[in-house]
Nanobody, 114 residues
Framework: QVQLLESGGGLVQPGGSLRLACACS????????MGWYRQAPGKQRELVAA???????KYADSVKGRFTISKDNAKNTVFLQMNSLKVEDTAVYYCRHQTQYIYWGQGTQVTVSS
């Protein structure tokens, strides 16, 4: 089983920064199976950033150069550092864990507004 707990969302002005965290608990946690997705109102859920099976990272084109995914292996925690935030980054951000099954966190709201 896998449980995911996100934290770190909030309200920030355009150009600001936020750091999200996703802590994984359970016997089947794997850092390299984790990633971040987001869903804006009226839109489909989309990949933001994730680790690849080869140990690398991948990002949505819209966040490249602004967002960084990182991890703390000892704490089974994945982070998403979001810099230079834009209004269009406003969404609910979800942590996802995928191996044989897909698990989602509860989501955390990120609102970018002046």
């Amino acid at each position: 089983q896998v449980q995911l707990l996100e934290s770190g969302g909030g309200l920030v002005q355009p150009g600001g920064s936020l750091r999200l965290a996703c802590a994984c608990s359970g016997s089947r946690c794997s850092i390299y199976a984790m990633g971040w997705y987001r869903q804006a109102p009226g839109k489909q859920r989309e990949l933001v950033a994730a680790f690849t099976s080869g140990g690398g990272t991948k990002y949505a084109d819209s966040v490249k150069g602004r967002f960084t995914i990182s991890k703390d292996n000892a704490k089974n925690t994945v982070f998403l550092q979001m810099n230079s935030l834009k209004v269009e980054d406003t969404a609910v951000y979800y942590c996802r864990h995928q191996t044989q099954y897909i698990y989602w966190g509860q989501g955390t709201q990120v609102t970018v507004s002046s």
